[in-house]
């Protein structure tokens, strides 16, 4: 996530939490709050983020974007007790968990089950600092597609697929080799 990337889904996520916010009757000052101060989206994804394997595997990239619900929490309870509606607390709960599940569901990459494959693939191999030969992996995932669907798998697929986890910055290649760059988790069938 570049610096222009971060600050575009800042203000997108601003612009969903004020809707939130109306809906709850909070009025949309409550969902810039809540983005200025306690959700931060950091540019560069200094952590990796996580693949999960099964029957909708998906790619989440949550290093990105960091939210203080303690903070939050504790401004939403002064707010309360401030303007004397207790009441209101439960709606700024409300848009909080709304947040967090926002946030959840625009850092999801669903991922296509070639791309699955090629993921466990790496992942048996250990890839993450070693790297797998390229080619090797190609071979493996076509050997693998023939077993399970009883035909021959195009290599442009395979490359296709992998320029995909590339550009979704799963994999890395480098010197002729593949290394996974997210955690995986899970199994593919």
Excluded at 108 to 121: A, D, F, G, L, N
Excluded at 145 to 151: A, L, V
Excluded at 174 to 181: A, D, I, M, P
Aim: hydrophobic share 40%.
């Amino acid at each position: 996530m570049t610096r222009r990337e971060a600050d575009e889904y800042n203000n997108f996520l601003k612009k969903e939490l004020e809707q939130t916010s109306l809906e709850y009757g909070m009025g949309e000052a409550v969902g810039d709050y809540l983005v200025d101060h306690f959700i931060t989206v950091i540019p560069e994804d200094a952590r990796k983020g996580m693949v999960f394997l099964g029957e909708k595997s998906a790619s989440y990239k949550a290093g990105n974007v960091k939210i203080d619900f303690k903070k939050a929490l504790i401004a939403g309870l002064e707010l309360a007790l401030s303007i004397s509606e207790p009441e209101n607390i439960f709606n700024y709960i409300q848009l909080m968990i709304a947040s967090a599940f926002f946030i959840v569901k625009s850092v999801k990459r669903e991922i296509s089950q070639m791309e699955s494959w090629i993921v466990y693939c790496l992942h048996e191999k250990n890839a993450y600092g070693t790297g797998v030969e390229e080619d090797s992996i190609v071979n493996e995932v076509q050997e693998w597609y023939q077993q399970k669907e009883g035909k021959n798998l195009e290599c442009d697929r395979i490359c296709e697929a992998l320029n995909s986890l590339y550009e979704g910055r799963i994999v890395e290649f480098n010197s002729g080799k593949v290394y996974l760059r997210e955690k995986v988790f899970g199994k593919v069938s």
